[in-house]
């Protein structure tokens, strides 16, 4: 179930902020290689992560942790 909601929270995100978060903290890749990879500066990877966490987290928090997620 959480994955399932992880993949619906993801899915809202802009596909290129989706992409860098899934490569960096679902896949494991390392920063220098996305950045290569994507051809994006490392302050863009940073700002793109911050931007997909903060999203994520508002995401999750509401649709897996919120009280109506749990009444479901």
């Given at each position: 179930m959480f994955w399932k909601t992880y993949r619906d929270c993801?899915?809202?995100?802009?596909k290129?902020?989706?992409t860098v978060?899934?490569?960096?903290?679902?896949?494991?890749?390392?920063?220098k290689?996305?950045?290569?990879?994507?051809n994006i500066s490392e302050n863009n990877?940073?700002?793109m992560l911050h931007r997909a966490r903060a999203a994520l987290r508002r995401c999750l928090e509401t649709n897996?942790?919120?009280k109506e997620a749990v009444a479901k």
């Open positions: 993801s899915n809202k995100l802009p290129n902020i989706a978060f899934n490569l960096r903290e679902v896949d494991g890749v390392e920063s290689e996305i950045c290569a990879l994507l990877l940073w700002v897996w942790f919120g």
